[in-house]
Structures are given as structure tokens and as C-alpha cells.
T-cell receptor, first 110, second 115 residues
Framework: EDQVTQSPEALRLQEGESSSLNCSYT??????LFWYRQDPGKGPEFLFT???AGEEKEKERLKATLTKKESFLHITAPKPEDSATYLC???????????FGSGTQLTVLP | NAGVTQTPKFRILKIGQSMTLQCTQD?????MYWYRQDPGMGLKLIYY???????DKGEVPNGYNVSRSTTEDFPLRLELAAPSQTSVYFC??????????????FGQGTRLTVV
């Protein structure tokens, strides 16, 4: 059974204070690892797809990296508008749908 | 464009009652999905549809039913509501079958409480 664990559950940063969110996973044959942003009262917004260890993707202040056991979402010089819950999900070889982690709630204080 | 519209936004049901969550999209997308999101968790797929007249089960279909008589509408029916169905329900649509949800448009969600 695919498993995804995200840490920390919640993170408070000062504006400009860089940090990383962790997503560790156990799957049988990874087809892809995905990062999403979810604002309160809204559905998830797709951010990145990573397919193989060593791969990196960047978007504005966000950078996602992937190893064989975990992924990191690095946030550089965050702003208050980056406050949201960040979800990680995996798709394994035999799965018909995504397996999600429980998310990291990020708060960036001005 | 309105995108994906879900109604109602909030609902409280008593155990054993039934209700229909409405979802409509105006983007002419073939693919539509129903997810549930429990507190502090990610999404779980309930049902999906690849086009009018075609539906299939997701990961957690028990206690739910769907229909897809038109491209635009994809209602989710709860029969005999149970406390375990307390959740936030999201409807989504996509122009293609994207399991990664990369091109999915989501509704605002329906917060359902069963008491």
C-alpha cells in the first residue's frame, strides 16, 4: 500500500525566512510525485510533477526536489501570500488514483 | 466563464437522510471527478466520469452514487447518510484524463456534516 508522510504538520515563518517542507513516501514503482497548494475553502492547485530521483522543478519562490525516498519543497524568501496548505501526492505503477499526504500548513508572517 | 459550480456550500444532514450534491461545469470538459477531503488530509477519489453516460468507481465509492446524463452535470448522491460521510466534497473537471490533476478545475467545495 502506498504511503505518504508530510512534515512538519504546521510551519510558521517570518517573511524572508527560507525553509523546506518534507514529503517521504513508500510506493511500489513511482510513476510521479506531485505538489499542490491549497488555500482555505478552495480545491488544490497543481504546482509540480517530479518523475525520477535527482529531478528538480522551480516556480517563483518554490523549488521541488526528489530522491528515491522523499521530496522537498524549498521556499526561498517567502511572502505572506505564500501562506497555504501544501499537499504532496504520489501515483504508483498499479494505482488508479493519487495517494495524498496530510499536508503542511504554512503561515508566513509579515 | 463560471468554471465549476457546486451547490450547496454547506449542509447538515441527520443520520439516515439522503441528499444530492450538485456539480456543473461550463467548460465542455469530458472528465469530471468527485473527491472528499477529511480534516487535515488530502483528497480521496469517490467517483469519476470520462463522458456523458460513463461513470466509474474511485478509491472510496461506498455509500455514494453518481450519474452523468449530460457533459455539464455530475451530481453525487448520498443515500442513508452516516457520520463517516462528514467531510468536504470537491467536484473537479478536466479536458483530459489527468490523474495528476494538473489541468483540473475545482469547485469551491461542499462542507457536509452528518449528525
Amino acid at each position: 500500500e502506498d504511503q505518504v508522510t508530510q512534515s512538519p504538520e504546521a510551519l510558521r515563518l517570518q517573511e524572508g525566512e527560507s525553509s523546506s517542507l518534507n514529503c517521504s513516501y513508500t510506493v511500489s514503482g513511482l510513476r510521479g510525485l506531485f505538489w499542490y497548494r491549497q488555500d482555505p475553502g478552495k480545491g488544490p492547485e497543481f504546482l509540480f510533477t517530479l518523475y525520477s530521483a535527482g529531478e528538480e522543478k522551480e516556480k517563483e519562490r518554490l523549488k521541488a526536489t526528489l530522491t528515491k525516498k522523499e521530496s522537498f519543497l524549498h521556499i526561498t524568501a517567502p511572502k505572506p501570500e505564500d501562506s497555504a496548505t501544501y499537499l504532496c501526492a504520489v501515483l504508483s505503477g498499479s494505482a488508479r488514483q493519487l495517494t495524498f499526504g496530510s499536508g503542511t500548513q504554512l503561515t508566513v508572517l509579515p | 466563464n463560471a468554471g465549476v459550480t457546486q451547490t450547496p456550500k454547506f449542509r447538515i444532514l441527520k443520520i439516515g437522510q439522503s441528499m444530492t450534491l450538485q456539480c456543473t461545469q461550463d467548460m465542455n470538459h469530458n472528465y469530471m471527478y468527485w473527491y472528499r477531503q477529511d480534516p487535515g488530509m488530502g483528497l480521496k477519489l469517490i467517483y469519476y466520469s470520462v463522458g456523458a453516460g460513463i461513470t466509474d468507481k474511485g478509491e472510496v465509492p461506498n455509500g455514494y452514487n453518481v450519474s452523468r446524463s449530460t457533459t455539464e452535470d455530475f451530481p453525487l448522491r448520498l443515500e442513508l447518510a452516516a457520520p463517516s460521510q462528514t467531510s468536504v466534497y470537491f467536484c473537479a473537471s478536466s479536458p483530459r484524463d489527468r490523474k495528476d490533476l494538473a489541468e483540473a478545475f475545482f469547485g469551491q467545495g461542499t462542507r457536509l456534516t452528518v449528525v
